[in-house]
Nanobody, 125 residues
Framework: QVQLVESGGGLVQAGGSLRLSCAASGRSFGTNYMGWFRQAPGKEREFVAAIDWSGLGTHYAGSVKDRFTISRDSAKNTVHLQMMSLTPEDTALYYC??????????????????WGQGTQVTVSS
């Protein structure tokens, strides 16, 4: 059974930083993209970042590019999201995702992918 467990969320002041982590278990994900989505109250879940199986290919939402950095440790089945220069607009529940199909990712929310339970990030002004 696949399980994703996020950690690292919390409360931070605007301009601060946080590092999210996600540990995946239950099978090997050596050919799968991993990534992060977020969902703010009253809004749809939106793509944040994704990283390919090699760790060399990354994709970001325009709103976080140059502020967030995604990385992964494939040997440990973990993915991280370093977030800097946070603003109140970054406040959301952040979800870890492992894309079910090998060598494929999408910026669209797909409930058939593997999802974590989410970790809350709150940025105060």
């Amino acid at each position: 059974q696949v399980q994703l467990v996020e950690s690292g969320g919390g409360l931070v002041q605007a301009g601060g930083s946080l590092r999210l982590s996600c540990a995946a278990s239950g099978r090997s994900f050596g050919t799968n993209y991993m990534g992060w989505f977020r969902q703010a109250p009253g809004k749809e879940r939106e793509f944040v970042a994704a990283i390919d199986w090699s760790g060399l290919g990354t994709h970001y939402a325009g709103s976080v590019k140059d502020r967030f950095t995604i990385s992964r440790d494939s040997a440990k089945n973990t993915v991280h999201l370093q977030m800097m220069s946070l603003t109140p607009e970054d406040t959301a529940l952040y979800y870890c995702v492992v894309y079910r199909r090998s060598f494929s990712f999408s910026r669209d929310y797909d409930p058939s992918n593997y999802w974590g339970q989410g970790t809350q990030v709150t940025v105060s002004s």
